[in-house]
């Protein structure tokens, strides 16, 4: 596991950076709650890899066992996990958040934060965990990974605090195109592409595109929340 303490040892040199985002995206996919989200998220799509990979399998005389080809094989996957998890976050969040001070929903993005934060905890419902970064524009959702149609999120955690020191945001939009990585830090976001790269494992390499860039909302929020 891939820590904030390792990204500091990094330094500032930008192909150090790119080659760290790598092994970030390969440590998150590789981690046993990537890939437990990826079957959650399929059950919430109605999707069940364990029925549709089922086969039927026969016996003959000598008792060997053969796959069934000849009788019907129709399988039907269950949709209960996506309506759980649809009653779990509507009774959690279904009313909306209040806040003791009205401005503080405003900067979040007013009524809109309330769908954001429903869009977290389905997240987190199937990845165990999901994040928020505030923004000038309100609050941007970011998914572990169980969600396949948005962008996936790895976070760096802080060795001595436990905190997120930084996170990387990845996504790429076909298996063909480059895949595109930002890094939010404390001072700011990178933003990196993959380009062909005859020298590496992969053939693809991160190269920084665009260069840090501070963030412009200088948004603190303390606030008590009521459900």
Known sequence: MLTYQDFLAVGDNPEAIADFISDVIADHEASEKFKIGQIAGEFYRGEDRYITE???????????????????????????????????????????????????????????FDSVLQMCLTWAANDGEAYGLVTENGVKPLCYGSDVTEPRCAVLLDEYTSNIGAGVEYWQLDPDSPRIAVLYTQKGKMTFREFDDKDSKSGRSFQLVKDLEPYSNGITVSNKMQG
């Open 54 to 112: 089922l086969k039927k399998m026969i016996y003959d005389i000598d008792g060997s066992a053969k796959e069934d080809t000849y009788t019907p094989d129709r399988k039907c996957t269950a949709n209960w996990y996506f309506y759980f998890t649809v009653q779990l976050v509507s009774h959690l969040l279904g009313n909306g958040i209040s806040f003791s001070n009205e401005e503080v929903k405003k900067k979040l993005g007013g009524n809109k």
